[in-house]
């Protein structure tokens, strides 16, 4: 690792771009830090925020190649904090300018197509760093690394977040949030994919406190895509299941039956954007929700012929992160796992090389000691199992 710093450009000044933009912009790693969006006095405020002379604001419109590419020329990597669907751009403008690149969650079903493209280029993308995917991906290789063989990876996302000023919640991107629910999703087993209907593979799962027992559905994410392929070992099942309560869950519904999210229908469109704009942002809900987050990732396998389960857990209440960090448990989780992967990958603390890949294809022992330095505290748990789960 060499011990110079670093340029970043970062596009995306949300919740969780701002999240990241102040981890960057503490770093004494870090000797530039560009903050980026389509809203550029958002942009100016963030940066103002940040109290730094390192740090510049631009306005950017993240759909045109041509000006990502100008923009991001001559730093050392770019953020992608924007929503995914403007992913292929910034790709695309980062092989351009020969700026490695991470973002924080894919946006189509192979996000890992365009690989070669990146090879030939010499560029370093990551696809999906932030809480889940991302955080989660690194819990499971830190677990699978310590075991002979993988049978299962389970990934449970946690909430409580309750709001006397908003009935419906979306605690980090609304667009991203409602496309990944309402849509079917996949989960492995035996060496294939079985789809899962949306809402569907309902269970109740005993997050840890405060957080406790939660319904949880099967929700369409990265995770279940790249783990199985990553992490071998023979690994059999591999899920992703978030928390929903029931109101959540029929408003998701609504959405869904009235087509309202669905891309091909453009005669939405004009619906879509209107409920987009009346769904609170997740910079608006600092210090107006209440409750925890938890994020859990269970491996469970074999070492030296003996069954185990690895359990790598994190919980944040809303309260303390507001407090602590102007920011909810989500949106902490989510930028801080963006900014510590983004600060190893481009003062190369971790071994990189030229293609696309996911978080987990990283090395994972770096990244706890980082987290937990920023108050993300990561516990590990292991115990023997008598028997594999059926």
């Known amino acids: 690792m060499s011990d110079a710093s670093v340029s970043i450009a970062q596009i995306g000044t949300g919740a969780v771009g701002t999240v990241i933009a102040r981890h960057l912009a503490a770093s004494p790693r870090v000797s530039e830090i560009r903050l980026a969006d ?113 049978e299962s990876i389970r990934i449970r996302d946690g909430d409580t977040a309750v709001s006397p000023d908003y009935p419906f919640l979306c605690l980090f991107s609304p667009e991203t949030f409602i496309g990944e629910t309402i849509v079917p999703s996949r989960i492995w087993r035996d060496g294939r994919y079985e789809p899962v209907p949306p809402f569907g593979a309902k269970e109740t799962y005993d997050f840890p406190e405060p957080v406790g027992p939660q319904p949880v559905y099967s929700v369409d994410h990265e995770e279940t895509e790249s783990l199985p392929r990553s992490i071998g070992k023979g690994i059999r099942y591999c899920d992703f299941k978030l928390a929903l309560d029931d109101r959540t869950v029929r408003v998701l519904e609504t959405f869904r039956d009235l087509g309202l999210f669905d891309p091909k229908r453009t005669d939405r469109a004009a619906a879509r954007r209107a409920i987009l704009e009346i769904i609170p942002k997740p910079a608006d809900l600092v210090g107006r929700v209440e409750g925890s987050a938890a994020l859990v990732v269970e491996v469970e396998g074999a070492k030296d012929g003996q069954k185990k389960c690895l359990t790598l857990s994190a919980v944040l209440s809303h309260g303390d992160s507001s407090r602590r960090f102007g920011a909810t448990a989500t949106s902490y989780f989510t930028g801080t796992g963006g900014a510590v992967g983004a600060l190893l990958v481009a003062t190369r603390a971790v071994p990189v090389r030229p293609g696309l890949f996911a978080p987990e294809q990283l090395e994972p022992d770096p990244f706890l000691p980082a987290l937990r330095s920023l108050g993300v505290d990561v516990r590990v748990d292991e115990r023997p199992i008598p028997a594999y789960r059926p």
């Open 38 to 150: 389509v809203d550029e006095p958002l942009a100016q405020r963030v940066t103002r925020s940040l109290g730094s002379s390192k740090a510049t604001a631009l306005g950017l419109d993240a759909g045109d190649v041509g000006a990502v590419a100008r923009a991001i020329r001559g730093v050392d990597l770019v953020v992608n904090a924007a929503v995914p669907r403007f992913n292929r751009a910034i790709q695309a403008a980062a092989r351009e300018a020969g700026v490695d690149y991470l973002d924080l969650a894919s946006d189509g079903p192979d996000p890992y197509a365009d690989g070669p493209q990146w090879e030939r280029a010499g560029v370093t993308g990551i696809i999906g760093f932030g809480e889940d995917p991302g955080v989660s991906n690194v819990m499971a290789r830190y677990a699978a690394d310590r075991l002979d063989h993988v």
